[in-house]
């Protein structure tokens, strides 16, 4: 049990490395993108293809998919799993990818380099727990109704069992505001970035939950002093089977590139 909380030993950005030298938390903001949903091997080719274009080296992707509806399209499971695997492999990508229950960890982390934990789950305690125990980064996605405080905490949680490999992820949070999805906190960035030692991204996809507030979003973010990026993008975003709506399409991923450049660039950081 480590008795310190992060939160009481302000320091730097201490960097993870999640594989193939590439680190979060560093001089480097890394910009991880994929599909919302892993659905078909051409879908994640296209993708990886114009990744590969523009040196991106961190591909995201659901295979359990934590649906608010049931009825939704629920994700592609172990057949999504190895689907991003083989194709990341081909492309040498690393992969990001959620584990929604406890029962699905040792699964996952067979196949993800990055474990995912979804903002829903930020407070699933035996999950926080099960990914404590592993020896593997864990992203861990803020409630979307969590405080920062209960935010850290959940961190802890995933520390207290020998876990330090956390990066935390800002993805919007629920307010009066009804015309976005959620609201991007970017003080939430800033607190965390000033007053623990976590390296954190934000995800301007859920934030908004529109592509054309995708790329602003991505840029306040970044200017707040995220490490990273987490973007949904897809080939036809018209045709995706989850969160179409806020899909970068993917022929404007070359904008989003050269935005997170620039306010990089800006910030004395490269992108990765
Ligand atoms: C996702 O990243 O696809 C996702 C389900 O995000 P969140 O948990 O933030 O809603
Ligand atoms: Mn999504």
Same mark, same amino acid.
């Given at each position: 049990?480590?008795?310190?909380?992060?939160?009481?030993?302000?320091?730097?950005?201490?960097?993870?490395?999640?594989?193939?030298?590439?680190?979060?938390?560093?001089?480097?903001?890394?910009?991880?993108?994929?599909?919302?949903?892993?659905?078909?091997?051409?879908?994640?080719?296209?993708?990886?293809?114009?990744?590969?274009?523009?040196?991106?080296?961190?591909?995201?992707?659901?295979?359990?998919?934590?649906?608010?509806?049931?009825?939704?399209?629920?994700?592609?499971?172990?057949? +999504?799993?190895?689907? @991003?695997?083989?194709? !990341?492999?081909?492309?040498? /990508?690393?992969?990001?990818?959620?584990? *929604?229950? %406890? $029962?699905?960890?040792?699964?996952?982390?067979?196949?993800?380099?990055?474990?995912?934990?979804?903002?829903?789950?930020?407070?699933?305690?035996?999950?926080?727990?099960?990914?404590?125990?592993?020896?593997?980064?864990?992203?861990?996605?803020?409630?979307?109704?969590?405080?920062?405080?209960?935010?850290?905490?959940?961190?802890?949680?995933?520390?207290?069992?020998?876990?330090?490999?956390?990066?935390?992820?800002?993805?919007?949070?629920?307010?009066?505001?009804?015309?976005?999805?959620?609201?991007?906190?970017?003080?939430?960035?800033?607190?965390?970035?000033?007053?623990?030692?976590?390296?954190?991204?934000?995800?301007?996809?859920?934030?908004? +939950?529109?592509?054309? @507030?995708?790329?602003? !979003?991505?840029?306040?973010? /970044?200017?707040?002093?995220?490490?990273? *990026?987490? %973007? $949904?993008?897809?080939?036809?975003?018209?045709?995706?089977?989850?969160?179409?709506?806020?899909?970068?399409?993917?022929?404007?991923?070359?904008?989003?590139?050269?935005?997170?450049?620039?306010?990089?660039?800006?910030?004395?950081?490269?992108?990765?």
């Amino acid at each position: 049990m480590i008795a310190t909380l992060q939160t009481e030993a302000a320091t730097h950005t201490r960097a993870v490395a999640i594989g193939k030298g590439i680190a979060i938390g560093g001089d480097a903001v890394v910009l991880m993108v994929g599909p919302c949903a892993v659905e078909d091997e051409a879908q994640l080719r296209a993708i990886a293809e114009a990744m590969v274009a523009h040196g991106l080296r961190v591909m995201r992707g659901g295979a359990f998919k934590p649906r608010t509806s049931p009825y939704a399209f629920q994700g592609l499971g172990l057949e +999504g799993l190895k689907l @991003l695997r083989r194709i !990341a492999d081909e492309y040498d /990508l690393l992969v990001v990818t959620e584990a *929604l229950g %406890v $029962e699905h960890v040792p699964l996952v982390a067979e196949y993800a380099d990055v474990i995912q934990i979804g903002s829903r789950n930020m407070q699933h305690f035996p999950l926080l727990w099960a990914v404590g125990e592993l020896d593997k980064p864990v992203l861990l996605k803020r409630g979307f109704m969590s405080t920062v405080r209960e935010w850290l905490l959940a961190a802890e949680h995933i520390r207290s069992r020998g876990n330090e490999r956390i990066i935390l992820c800002e993805r919007g949070i629920r307010t009066f505001e009804t015309a976005t999805r959620n609201t991007l906190d970017t003080n939430a960035i800033a607190l965390v970035k000033a007053t623990t030692s976590f390296p954190v991204i934000g995800d301007p996809s859920h934030a908004t +939950g529109r592509a054309d @507030l995708v790329i602003p !979003a991505a840029r306040a973010a /970044l200017a707040a002093g995220a490490d990273g *990026l987490l %973007v $949904e993008v897809h080939p036809h975003p018209l045709q995706a089977l989850s969160d179409g709506e806020q899909a970068l399409p993917l022929e404007q991923l070359p904008q989003l590139v050269e935005a997170a450049r620039r306010i990089a660039a800006a910030l004395g950081r490269t992108v990765q």
